[in-house]
């Protein structure tokens, strides 16, 4: 696609329920990634994914939170058991390889309410 | 690990005036990326300008350039002709070859009329 789509923007989901947000990469990109941005603070690393290496999960904050990646496509972002305090914009964005294609590209996000 | 320092939470400035946004960051490495990101209140992210490590010049896109200076891992954003549309949260971030983004905390940029 022309950029980076995420869905949904916006959730609003009950506190215990589970979440699944999901992120399109632009096309050909192999790296894709996820942030968190709470509101007024600034981008929290949650995973990375590169091909077909084992992704990097060191920024999940905890088990509730897992991701996955088909192949270099779509990615899921899945929060188990919300807490109030997930509630935050969870960002995509994807970069292509070679030293050119280091440039990433963020998605709109998905707003996160967990009430 | 790699961190970013953005020392300024918030900065103004007036119109069509400059403005410079400070950022420093800690790295072994040598060969890195170093990005300005924009975001407005749509909190779309938003690249500004990007600069190679192991380039010396600097770099320029219109009204913004930076000053990266890489023996004291500085790397600040210079707006010229600040314009109402600037207004923004900017994000320093550094980038190792092929590796995630790391983020400063931001700086929030209002410009006055």
């Known amino acids: 696609g022309a950029g980076v789509s995420q869905s949904p923007s916006n959730k609003v989901t009950e506190k215990g329920k589970d979440v699944e947000l999901r992120c399109d990469p632009i096309?050909?990109?192999?790296?894709l990634y996820w942030y968190r941005q709470r509101l007024g603070q600034g981008l929290e690393f949650l995973i990375y994914f590169q091909g077909n290496s084992a992704p990097d999960k060191s920024g999940l904050p905890s088990d509730r939170f897992s991701a996955e990646r088909t192949g270099e496509s779509v990615s899921t972002l899945t929060i188990q058991r919300t807490q109030q305090e997930d509630s935050a914009v969870y960002l995509c964005?994807?970069?292509?390889?070679?030293?050119?294609?280091?440039?990433?590209?963020f998605g709109e996000g998905s707003w996160l309410t967990v009430v | 690990a790699q961190t970013v320092t953005q020392s300024q939470p918030e900065m103004s400035v007036q119109e069509a005036e400059t403005v410079t946004l400070s950022c420093t960051y800690d790295t072994s490495e040598s060969d890195y990326y170093l990005f300005w990101y924009k975001q407005p209140p749509s909190r779309q992210m938003i690249l500004v300008i990007r600069q190679e490590a192991y380039k010396q010049q600097n770099a320029t896109e219109n009204r913004f350039s930076v000053n990266f200076q890489k023996a004291a891992k500085s790397f600040s954003l210079k707006i010229s002709d600040s314009q109402l549309g600037d207004a923004a949260m900017y994000f320093c971030?550094?980038?190792?070859?092929?590796?995630?983004?790391?983020f400063g905390a931001g700086t929030i940029l209002r410009v006055k009329s």
């Open positions: 096309s050909g990109h192999t790296a």
């Open positions: 964005a994807s970069s292509s390889q070679g030293t050119t294609g280091n440039t990433i590209y």
């Open positions: 971030a550094y980038r190792e070859y092929g590796n995630k983004l790391v």
